[in-house]
């Protein structure tokens, strides 16, 4: 029989620190893969450049939603996210084999915003529910 495992809908999670260096370490991946000069990731259509920065930005602010779930630091985050894209476009400006553009800031910022409207759903608990459910198969 399964039992519910209980999640607290907000507050520092259990392995805070876990997720921090994780999400970090991710971030890393995402600027490595950012400034090599042929990633070997691309989408063969109008905009998929695009739409890659949407999603990319999307599934790292639903992280950081995620570790941060009250709305002062995720806020923060939102805002560490959208600035991380500037960084990411900067250093792309400085490395002759890729170029900056401004539309690739504004798709990172849509993928910010899709993300905070998706951390108004259970998703927003995922990390937590990943804790609980560790927790509650220890108890066993």
């Known amino acids: 029989m399964i039992e519910a495992v209980r999640v607290q809908p907000s507050g520092r999670l259990r392995w805070h620190r ?3 260096v994780l999400g970090g370490l991710i971030m890393g991946w ?13 989408l063969v259509f109008p905009y998929g450049d695009k739409l890659l920065h949407a999603i990319t930005f999307t599934c790292l602010m639903g992280w950081w939603g995620n570790v941060y ?7 923060w985050a939102a805002l560490g996210c959208l600035a991380f894209g500037v960084l990411i476009e900067c250093a792309q400006w400085l ?14 910022g849509i993928g910010v915003v899709i993300a905070l409207g998706l951390l108004r759903t259970p998703l927003a608990r995922v990390l937590a529910r990943v804790e609980a459910f560790s927790v509650h198969r220890r108890r066993r």
């Open 18 to 20: 876990a997720w921090v």
């Open 30 to 42: 995402t600027l490595w893969m950012a400034l090599t000069p042929d990633p070997g990731i691309t």
């Open 69 to 75: 779930r009250d709305r002062g630091p995720r806020m």
């Open 95 to 108: 490395d002759p084999p890729r170029d900056a553009d401004a539309f690739d800031v504004l798709a990172d």
